[in-house]
């Protein structure tokens, strides 16, 4: 029979390896972000959002605005939004509980803008490897 010690000990290496995975993935994504924004740098003006908190455990991932080339604007948090709440219907009306389509419309926006930045960027003749991550339960991979 476990004791509470145990037991406490084993939830906490589990939370342990949840706080890497997640601390991995975020400084995978801002360095992502980093050197899209360097790539796209020279070919649009980029305007960032300043953050309303600074991120302590995690390098920070910035919210861009706007990309602008000469008379052509793309209004980047906008269009993510949009996405995102297309992907929040579709959980909803899959059967997702909506606490779960709501965790997965925030882990979306950062997805979706990345993708955004590497479309933008093999527009410009940037190439990319990549792979397909598998999503779990129901989640429709981005």
């Known amino acids: 029979m476990q004791t509470d010690k145990n037991k406490m000990e084993k939830k906490n290496k589990r939370q342990r390896k949840i706080n890497d995975a997640f601390f991995k993935l975020r400084t995978y994504q801002v360095y992502q972000q980093g050197v899209l ?3 796209l740098n020279n070919h649009f003006e980029i305007t960032l959002q300043i953050p309303t908190k600074r991120s302590v455990v995690t390098h920070q991932y910035f919210k861009i ?11 980047v948090e906008e269009y993510v939004e949009q996405r995102c709440k297309e992907k929040y219907l579709q959980d909803i009306s899959n059967g997702i509980p909506e606490k779960t389509a709501r965790r997965r419309y925030d882990t979306n926006k950062i997805t979706e803008q990345l993708h955004l930045l590497i479309d933008l960027s093999t527009e410009f003749g940037y190439r990319f490897v990549s792979k397909r991550t598998s999503g779990k339960k129901r989640c429709s991979n981005c």
């Open 37 to 39: 924004l360097v790539l």
């Open 65 to 75: 605005n706007e990309l602008r080339r000469g008379n052509d604007s793309i209004k």
